[in-house]
């Protein structure tokens, strides 16, 4: 399974921004994928995925904000950004793993780098 990550940019505080998944390799339609995020000096963090079945889980920093959708016609995944902050500016990651499964997330994409300005 190969993911690639892309839509990342400049922004302003306030706008949106669409990230986009590309996944193949494998039966994309029985997979789960997630995105996450690592900002300068920090951890990487879950941010939200989306299941095989279309169910979705999401981090409270996001809530509110963020969205995610399958294509599974497509083989992407698309992480909606809206009304940005500056403490969002990290490198956006997708990972996928077996659909109905949990632990580690076992195949991972090259990020993409959002940066929000204020």
């Known amino acids: 399974v190969q993911l690639q990550a892309s839509g990342g940019g400049q922004v302003q505080a306030g706008d949106s921004l669409r990230l986009s998944c590309t996944v193949s390799?494998?039966?994309?339609?029985?997979?789960?994928v997630a995105w996450f995020r690592q900002a300068p000096g920090k951890e990487r963090e879950f941010l939200i995925n989306?299941?095989?079945?279309?169910?979705?889980s999401l981090a409270d920093s996001v809530k509110g904000r963020f969205t995610i959708s399958r294509d599974n016609a497509q083989n992407t995944v698309a992480l909606q950004m809206n009304n940005l902050k500056s403490e969002d500016t990290a490198v956006y990651y997708c990972?996928?793993?077996?659909?109905?499964?949990?632990?580690?997330?076992?195949?991972w994409g090259k990020g993409t780098l959002v940066t929000v300005s204020s």
């Open positions: 990972a996928a793993r077996q659909g109905g499964t949990r632990g580690p997330w076992t195949y």
């Open positions: 390799g494998r039966f994309f339609s029985g997979l789960s």
């Open positions: 989306i299941d095989w079945n279309g169910r979705t």
